[in-house]
């Protein structure tokens, strides 16, 4: 049986790698800066970008991995020029490797834990259509733990599941409903509505209208996220419901790219009641704010963080902040169903 032990490495990690040892046998030495080196690599695809993202030459992460392997006694990298990809055996190592950072990390906060104090960085992958709110969640969380940083991240809603697999993030914002998630623990944060948003000189803005259907809002020159965006899939649906199909005049994979297409007057768009939060005091045209209908659709978004025991203590904190916001009072469209004067 590999024997176990524990040793402090002076020559640090994203300023802290109490790095871990496991002595194989007859082997060598397994490290977990390793094992790190790894799992940038294989994010990054690249040697030099990923020797970046662990502070280190491209030289030492080039011997930290050539150490791991013959540590292993196989190739866990494809020989090349350039990255080639992982061997077949190097992808079940990746796997662990993955595993075992994700708990040391977690090692870490537990142990500052115990002293009052939670530290670390919390990574949070959001779906597009939930980046406008997610400060509701991330500034409570900063303030109450003021030794941690954020990192958030748009990801679609398939990337979200895969970066949450393969420890990338530790939390996610994304739809609870449809598309299968894998073990997860949720928390549901609000049902998303949906609105058009439309100049006030457009056929349907300058009538005053209090709804309009999605049979109506096909007709106008629009500006729609991308089909890789699960927000779109959604409205694609509602607009196939209605019976018809939308032709998009622009169509982008922010947010942010259409509320500012919207925003300029010749566009209209259809939002999530969160977005409204991106057109703001910025100065341009009047816009009106119409509720959808025929179908009047709502679709759960929640909070999701791998199901773990025990749980990281940063995803568990998130959770509690998560838990504590009624998110879906703040985003209640009836208080933005008129005319939004932007200017």
């Given at each position: 049986?590999?024997?176990?032990?524990?040793?402090?490495?002076?020559?640090p990690?994203?300023?802290?790698?109490?790095?871990?040892?496991?002595?194989?046998?007859?082997?060598?030495?397994?490290?977990?800066?390793?094992?790190?080196?790894?799992?940038?690599?294989?994010?990054?695809?690249?040697?030099?970008?990923?020797?970046?993202a662990?502070?280190?030459?491209?030289?030492?992460?080039?011997?930290?991995?050539?150490?791991?392997?013959?540590?292993?006694g196989?190739?866990?990298?494809?020989?090349?020029?350039?990255?080639?990809?992982?061997?077949?055996?190097?992808?079940?190592?990746?796997a662990?490797?993955?595993?075992?950072?994700?708990?040391?990390?977690s090692?870490?906060?537990?142990v500052?834990?115990?002293?009052?104090e939670?530290?670390?960085?919390?990574?949070?992958?959001?779906?597009?259509?939930?980046?406008?709110?997610?400060?509701?969640?991330?500034?409570?969380?900063?303030?109450?733990?003021?030794?941690?940083?954020?990192?958030?991240?748009?990801?679609?809603?398939?990337?979200?599941?895969?970066?949450?697999?393969?420890?990338?993030?530790?939390?996610?914002?994304?739809?609870?409903?449809?598309?299968?998630?894998?073990?997860?623990?949720?928390?549901?944060?609000?049902?998303?509505?949906?609105?058009?948003v439309?100049?006030?000189?457009?056929?349907?803005?300058?009538?005053?209208?209090?709804?309009v259907?999605?049979?109506?809002?096909?007709?106008?020159?629009?500006?729609?996220?991308t089909?890789?965006?699960?927000?779109?899939?959604?409205?694609?649906?509602?607009?196939?419901?209605?019976?018809?199909?939308?032709?998009?005049?622009?169509?982008?994979?922010?947010?942010?790219?259409?509320?500012?297409?919207?925003?300029?007057?010749?566009?209209?768009?259809?939002?999530?009641q969160?977005?409204?939060?991106?057109?703001?005091?910025?100065?341009?045209?009047?816009?009106?704010?119409?509720?959808?209908?025929?179908?009047?659709?709502?679709?759960?978004?929640?909070?999701v963080?791998?199901?773990?025991?025990?749980?990281?203590?940063?995803?568990a904190?998130?959770?509690?902040?998560?838990?504590?916001?009624?998110?879906?009072?703040?985003?209640?469209?009836?208080?933005?169903t008129?005319?939004l004067?932007?200017?």
């Amino acid at each position: 049986m590999p024997s176990l032990g524990f040793r402090t490495d002076n020559s640090p990690i994203n300023n802290r790698d109490a790095s871990v040892t496991t002595t194989t046998n007859g082997n060598g030495t397994l490290l977990i800066r390793q094992f790190q080196y790894l799992v940038a690599l294989a994010r990054e695809r690249h040697f030099a970008r990923a020797a970046a993202a662990c502070h280190v030459t491209q030289p030492t992460l080039s011997s930290g991995i050539k150490q791991l392997e013959e540590s292993l006694g196989v190739l866990v990298v494809e020989r090349g020029q350039r990255f080639r990809g992982l061997t077949p055996e190097g992808e079940r190592v990746l796997a662990w490797a993955r595993r075992i950072t994700a708990d040391v990390q977690s090692l870490r906060q537990d142990v500052d834990a115990t002293r009052g104090e939670l530290s670390g960085r919390l990574r949070v992958g959001v779906v597009p259509s939930a980046l406008p709110m997610i400060a509701m969640l991330t500034a409570p969380f900063a303030e109450r733990y003021p030794g941690t940083s954020i990192t958030v991240t748009s990801l679609t809603s398939r990337a979200l599941e895969r970066a949450l697999e393969e420890f990338e993030i530790d939390a996610g914002v994304t739809y609870l409903e449809d598309e299968p998630l894998g073990r997860v623990e949720v928390v549901p944060l609000y049902h998303e509505r949906y609105v058009l948003v439309t100049p006030t000189r457009s056929s349907i803005g300058a009538r005053a209208r209090e709804t309009v259907t999605w049979h109506e809002a096909a007709s106008l020159p629009l500006c729609l996220l991308t089909t890789d965006m699960r927000h779109r899939r959604i409205i694609d649906g509602h607009f196939r419901e209605a019976g018809v199909t939308p032709a998009p005049r622009v169509e982008a994979d922010s947010m942010e790219a259409v509320c500012a297409h919207v925003r300029h007057g010749l566009l209209s768009g259809v939002l999530p009641q969160a977005a409204l939060t991106i057109l703001g005091d910025t100065p341009g045209p009047t816009l009106r704010v119409i509720p959808l209908t025929e179908p009047a659709a709502s679709h759960a978004v929640g909070l999701v963080t791998l199901d773990r025991d025990p749980p990281t203590p940063i995803a568990a904190a998130f959770r509690q902040i998560a838990r504590e916001m009624d998110i879906e009072a703040v985003l209640d469209p009836s208080a933005r169903t008129a005319t939004l004067k932007i200017g």
